[in-house]
């Protein structure tokens, strides 16, 4: 199978391609065509026309072809590349290539479906009930008579994406809806979903020249992200602090989410375990809307203990297999320098391993590796390993007084807070450490997508400015 | 996953027949005899090679009597070319010649060197023979976009301007600063300073200065065209009709894209060098051949051999990937199998150059991780 680049309409076959191989077997899977970062830089001299192919479309009758594009992508069998791809071709495929059980590239898609299916709702409540020509002709009048104008900021929004996590997918679904392209540059592992849901989103009569995908190195990430006015990239904390700043990129790192057990509720801890055993493990651990840390002012031992309980024993099993919930860390030697690192954060005062009695952690297999469920206890939130994020199901039970939980817990991409306490609830509100917040027993993965995530995506391509018209001059406007 | 080229390679070129190659090899075993003559002899040798003929177990003078012989020598370290005294390197022979020192890489330490006396007007002289003259008029001027300081690029580009009788128009571009950017990550700044060297070169070619041929990397070369192609022309139209280029990121998946889209019928002829080997040319990059991109050593004054990454001292089968090792055999400078930071496939003698060649060059890859590439 290969998969050649598509310049906003035009497949174009390299003589350069990567070849991806089965993760267990090196089963070669599928070539993908590589471009370098002038040809994109070429193309987006033209990308203006990606932002006019859509705007020749009614917005709602762009809305209803996503909502069959959803339908073609979960049930369809489709043009990708030079093959047809039926949904199960596609899973075995992004799970030989990922490392993801086969179960997780279904539930994947799913939520990539539910998106689409309700991409009416959730811009409605993103744009809180704008009507959608105003975006595509730039001003209008709202329900309550006065004129709004909506800037876009790009005619295309870029994309960096990533190899291992095929659940941020969601983020760039609602783009076309919005009158604004899309310029793609898959993860090197995971060229599946952007494929895929271009195949679908063209099959379904959303323009070919509105979408672009750009397989390549790095310098194809770098002339988009200089190149287009708005972009995302997902990446560690250092490419979040590489373009901290930067009102043009939007940069998505390790989430940190944590669950947060408040005085008046942690003596019932126990009725909190499914919560917090779904924020670690639900998706193999690998999104930043996992939980990583868990925050109480006691019981933390018991805790860590019955979470290693049920967390421990989850063992390694075949992609296929149904219950299959670890995947695999394919880049070699990545589980286990993961793992040398975490026994170097063990071995800190205050630090203690829940889970050493139910087996070794690092599995080391032929041509990859993985790593099992990890539960740290941490007696106080000082020691490093309290703070940090990996790619697979683990977590830090961490005791700290509610009092000062607020200052120690760091930029928490999802919060999870069970309190009934009206006081601390107004604190968790009010504090800049967190982005979601959800009050009471909710997982930190259970997203409600019609709820804005890090920020309204409409304000990142869409700049709400003045626009007076003389014809409609309002009575009291300042001269 | 790996990045392969995966374009089948026909044998589309002249391969030189059995008596060129016999000819070109006997001449580079003369060649090499006489070599040894000159650095190890004590009124012509340099310092460092006089001084370390004293350890070894053989008498390169006596004991030379062809290239193959030159593997009794240990390998060469490529730490000797670091540091002072530079005239340890000097042969005594051009003792009271005006020397120029050129230097490679040197983000961090101390960089290795290279003494020359003329030996870059040789290698560029040499060189000028394989432009065609269609492309690369005799009396064209000429721009130079790359770099100047401590490198032996912008004198060896203006003198083969000046060889073929035209004048060369230099825009300067520091690499030391640029690899600092890249590897600070100052990503905006490394933008601007493109912008800078690019905005230069649009000033010359729009000032009504003739200039026909150009030497400039392939970074660069791409970021000019597409500033051209914001102007709403192009490097054809911008009056360029022949460029001369060089470096690894040079693969044919680039030249396929630079012919198809950025050159507008300009001519480009890759090159493959440095400052110890001086330039191999390449064969007519061909879409028939996949664009495969093979150089060829200017031989006898320099030997490219593609070896094994294991057994340095004998190359791979034809089409086999090995490691390039260099041995650089002019009287000003006796460099003997160097084993550089590259890789690639070895290929079959051309008619035009009937000794071995090498394609796909690209970073060793037991090096590649820490090394900043492609930067200018």
């Known amino acids: ?479 | 996953m790996a990045t392969v080229n995966s374009t089948a390679k026909p044998p589309v070129f002249e391969v030189a027949d059995d008596a060129a190659v016999a000819g070109a090899r006997a001449a580079l075993d003369a060649h090499t005899v006489e070599m040894m003559a000159w650095h190890f002899h004590p009124s012509t040798g340099c310092p460092f090679w006089l001084d370390y003929a004293r350890s070894l177990s053989f008498d390169p003078i006596k004991e030379v009597g062809c290239y193959d012989d030159l593997k009794k020598f240990p390998p060469f370290e490529d730490e000797w070319l670091r540091g002072g005294p530079v005239r340890r390197w000097i042969p005594k022979g051009f003792a009271d010649q005006p020397a120029y020192v050129f230097e490679t890489g040197g983000t961090t330490g101390v960089p290795k060197s290279r003494v020359n006396i003329r030996d870059f007007r040789t290698d560029y002289e040499q060189f000028s023979d394989t432009l065609p003259e269609e492309f690369f008029p005799r009396g064209a001027n000429w721009l130079m976009l790359g770099p100047s300081g401590p490198r032996r690029l912008r004198l060896s580009i203006e003198h083969l301007a000046q060889f073929r009788g035209g004048i060369c128009f230099c825009v300067d571009l520091d690499p030391r600063w640029v690899i600092k950017l890249i590897q600070k990550g100052w990503m905006e700044h490394l933008e601007a300073y493109k912008q800078h060297c690019i905005d230069q070169v649009i000033t010359i070619l729009e000032a009504g200065h003739d200039v026909r041929c150009m030497f400039t990397t392939p970074k660069l070369l791409e970021s000019l065209a597409l500033a051209l192609e914001k102007k709403g022309t192009t490097i054809r139209k911008a009056g360029i009709t022949g460029i001369f280029s060089g470096g690894t990121e040079f693969t044919p998946q680039w030249t396929r894209f630079a012919v198809e889209e950025l050159l507008d019928g300009a001519y480009m002829t890759p090159t493959y060098g440095n400052t110890l080997m001086g330039l191999a040319a390449s064969r007519p990059v061909v879409p028939a051949d996949g664009y495969t991109i093979a150089y060829y050593a200017p031989q006898p004054r320099a030997v490219i051999e593609v070896v094994n990454f294991d057994d340095t001292n004998s190359v791979v089968p034809y089409g086999g990937t090995g490691r390039v090792k260099l041995t650089t055999l002019t009287k000003e400078t006796f460099v003997p199998g160097f084993l550089e930071r590259d890789e690639g496939e070895r290929e079959l003698p051309y008619a035009k150059y009937p000794w071995d060649g090498i394609s796909g060059v690209r970073p060793f890859r037991a090096l590649a991780g820490a090394t900043t590439v492609g930067v200018y």
Not at chain 1, 170 to 191: D, M, R, S, Y
């Open chain 1, 1 to 479: 199978m290969h998969l050649p680049a598509w310049r906003f309409g035009k497949p174009y076959e390299s003589l350069e391609r990567t070849h991806l191989v089965h993760f267990l077997t090196g089963e070669p899977i599928a070539e993908v065509s590589q471009v370098g970062g002038a040809m994109l830089g070429r193309d987006l001299q033209k990308a203006g026309q990606a932002r006019a192919a859509l705007l020749a479309i009614d917005p709602e009758e762009i809305v209803e072809r996503l909502q069959t594009a959803g339908n073609l992508y979960a049930h369809g069998t489709l043009q990708v590349g030079d093959s047809r791809q039926s949904p199960d071709d596609f899973v075995k495929q992004q799970s030989a290539t990922t490392g993801l059980p086969e179960s997780l590239c279904r539930s994947n898609m799913q939520k990539n479906l539910f998106v689409l299916s309700n991409m009416d709702r959730m811009l409605d409540a993103l744009s809180r009930g704008l009507p959608p020509e105003i975006l595509w002709r730039g001003y209008g009048r709202e329900h309550r008579g006065v004129v709004v104008s909506y800037q876009a900021q790009s005619p295309v929004l870029g994309l960096v994406l990533p190899s291992n996590s095929p659940g941020v997918h969601t983020l760039w679904l609602p783009v076309i809806a919005l009158g604004v392209g899309l310029l793609l540059k898959p993860g090197g592992q995971e060229p599946w979903t952007p494929y895929r849901m271009a195949a679908a989103f063209i099959e379904a009569g959303i323009p070919a020249e509105s979408i672009g995908l750009y397989p390549g190195a790095t310098d194809v990430g770098a002339t988009m992200l200089a190149g287009c006015r708005r972009s995302m990239i997902f990446g560690s904390a250092k490419t979040v602090e590489q373009y901290r700043g930067n009102p043009n990129v939007q940069v998505h790192g390790p989430g940190f989410s944590k669950i947060l057990l408040g005085d008046d509720c942690v003596d019932d801890w126990e009725r909190y375990l499914d919560v917090i055993v779904e924020s670690v493990a639900a998706n193999s651990g690998r999104g930043c809307i996992n939980a990583s840390a868990v925050y109480a002012s006691r019981h933390t031992k018991a805790i860590a203990e019955a979470l290693a309980e049920r967390l421990g024993p989850i063992d390694v099993r075949p992609p296929e297999d149904p219950e299959a919930r670890l995947a695999a860390f394919t880049v070699p030697g990545a589980a286990k320098a993961t793992w040398e690192q975490i026994e170097a954060g063990l071995a800190a005062a205050g630090v203690s391993h829940a889970t050493a009695a139910y087996g070794p952690r690092f599995v080391e297999g032929e041509r990859c590796g993985w790593l099992r469920p990890t539960v740290v206890h941490c007696a106080t939130p000082d020691p490093e390993i309290a703070r940090a994020e990996y790619m697979f199901p683990f977590v830090n039970v961490v005791e700290c007084p509610q009092a000062r939980m607020l200052e120690r817990i760091g930029p928490t991409l999802v919060a999870t807070a069970v309190t009934d306490d009206a006081t601390f609830q107004a604190e968790l509100i009010d504090s800049p450490a967190i982005d979601r917040l959800n009050i009471g027993p909710i997982p930190t993965t259970k997203l409600d997508w019609l709820q804005p995530h890090e920020g309204n995506i409409i304000d990142f391509l869409y700049r709400s400015r003045a626009l007076q018209l003389a014809a409609e001059a309002p009575a009291g406007v300042a001269g």
